[in-house]
């Protein structure tokens, strides 16, 4: 089991509150639907232990978490925002982060991020700098940021809601192609992506998870 959930609760200032009564996953593709402000990116930064809040019991890979040892969970979960956030580099240094804090040499830096981009038909891109290439772009690169260093689980919101079609489709054939080494939660709009990528469809509304479509 990757993540294996009881009674997760967390709630803002605002008064919203998000309760999971349970959820199971299992190396897979798991897909979230639900209306905007049901809370599906708060549920995936729980997931990705940037956002703690209180549960019955929370294990991510059989192990019941250590709320005082919470970064190096992160190290092993990449959340993707729905909008890019990119560095003021260039698009090399942007993907080469998360491999550079993980001390990968510069070998080995190069090797990866040359093939990430080209997975995300980027490869032009690299020498740019990100605030020089659209918003369509960015998001290939945050994507290709988030797969880089082969995470054990990859929390993607909207993944494709900014993208053409063409770009669209091939992000879902990387997600379906990565899938046998890593875990992926989807949150999307779209019905028939969640159904053509994923074994387990999830919906939620006003801060619960429902039930499976
Ligand atoms: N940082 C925040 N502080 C207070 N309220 C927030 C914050 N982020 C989101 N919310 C509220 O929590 C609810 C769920 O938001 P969100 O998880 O972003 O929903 P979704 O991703 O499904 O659209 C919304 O009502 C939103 O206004
Ligand atoms: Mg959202």
Redesign the pocket.
């Known amino acids: 089991m990757v993540y294996q959930i009881s009674k997760l609760q967390f709630s ?3 008064g ?1 509150t998000l309760f999971v009564d349970e959820f199971l996953m299992q190396n897979s593709i798991v897909g979230i639907t ?10 995936l930064l729980n997931l990705a232990f940037l956002y703690t809040g209180k549960w019955e019991s929370f294990k991510f890979m059989g192990k019941e978490i250590d709320v005082d040892d919470l970064s190096s969970l992160r190290k092993r979960v990449t959340y993707v925002p729905q909008h890019p956030i990119l560095f003021r580099r260039t698009v090399f240094e942007n993907i080469a982060y998360p491999l550079k804090v993980r001390r990968f040499s510069h070998e080995q830096i190069r090797k990866k991020v040359y093939s990430i981009a080209e997975n995300f038909r980027i490869q032009d891109l690299l020498n740019k700098k990100a605030w020089q290439i659209s918003g369509g772009q960015a998001k290939r690169v945050c994507l290709a940021r988030g797969f880089v260093f082969e995470p054990d689980v990859v929390l993607l919101d909207e993944p494709t809601s900014d993208l053409d079609e063409d770009s669209g489709k091939l992000i879902e054939q990387f997600i379906l192609d990565v899938s046998s080494r890593t875990s992926i939660v989807v ?1 999307s709009h779209d019905k028939q992506q969640l159904c053509r990528l994923c074994s387990n469809i999830l919906y ?1 509304e006003k ?1 619960r998870l429902l039930h499976t479509l």
């Open positions: 803002y200032d605002s919203f639900g209306p905007s402000g049901s809370g599906k990116t708060t549920f949150v939620m801060g």
